[in-house]
T-cell receptor, first 114, second 112 residues
Framework: AQSVTQLGSHVSVSEGALVLLRCNYS??????LFWYVQYPNQGLQLLLK??????LVKGINGFEAEFKKSETSFHLTKPSAHMSDAAEYFC????????????FGKGTHLIIQP | IAGITQAPTSQILAAGRRMTLRCTQD?????MYWYRQDLGLGLRLIHY???????GKGEVPDGYSVSRANTDDFPLTLASAVPSQTSVYFC???????????FGPGTRLTVL
């Protein structure tokens, strides 16, 4: 069975500050890891994903995430927050071995303070 | 290319009524999924289909059924709606079980 834990249901940062959203996962098989963003009243949009290869993954809108197998983590970062980054962020894991669909974390609401 | 369309956008339904949520994709993806999103719980998988003609149960399948008669359509049916099925429902599709999933805009369902 797979699971995802996102630390912090709400994270508040000042505009221009570093954004760090934490995600830890458990998986019995090598995981595929995803970060999605959801703006109010919209569907989910892929930010970035890790499948194999380079552990530092760059995504859209200046976000990146690093897969750390030893820490079972896939934290999302952005060097400088912008007001438009305010949204809900979801970490998700997908594995083979019979698992279908994505297992999502409960989400982190990112608040940007002016 | 529209991607994934869902209908209706929103619906208020009396408990006990039957309801079908529609989902259509034009990307010729093999796999399709239904999730429900509830505040504080994230998204949870209801049912999935890895290819036309096959379906499977996800984490929260009770009270829901699906069919996959062709590649493009994946309707979700609530046979007899209950208030606990009040939620936002998202349909998604992907090339395969482990590739990126693309999401529709969602259906907001309220069961009274």
């Amino acid at each position: 069975a797979q699971s995802v834990t996102q630390l912090g249901s709400h994270v508040s940062v000042s505009e221009g500050a570093l954004v760090l959203l934490r995600c830890n996962y458990s998986s019995s098989v090598p995981p595929y890891l995803f970060w999605y963003v959801q703006y109010p009243n919209q569907g989910l949009q892929l930010l970035l994903k890790y499948t194999t290869g380079a552990t530092l993954v760059k995504g859209i809108n200046g976000f990146e995430a690093e897969f750390k197998k030893s820490e079972t983590s896939f934290h999302l970062t952005k060097p400088s927050a912008h007001m438009s980054d305010a949204a809900e962020y979801f970490c998700a894991v997908s594995g083979g071995g019979g698992a279908d669909g994505l297992t999502f974390g409960k989400g982190t609401h990112l608040i940007i303070q002016p | 290319i529209a991607g994934i369309t869902q209908a209706p956008t929103s619906q208020i339904l009396a408990a006990g009524r039957r309801m079908t949520l529609r989902c259509t994709q034009d990307m010729r993806h093999n796999a399709m999924y239904w999730y429900r999103q509830d505040l504080g719980l994230g998204l949870r998988l209801i049912h999935y289909s890895n290819t036309a003609g096959t379906t499977g149960k996800g984490e929260v399948p009770d009270g829901y059924s699906v069919s996959r008669a062709n590649t493009d359509d994946f309707p979700l049916t609530l046979a007899s709606a209950v208030p606990s099925q009040t939620s936002v429902y998202f349909c998604a599709s992907s090339d395969s079980r482990v590739s990126t999933q693309y999401f529709g805009p969602g259906t907001r369902l309220t069961v009274l």
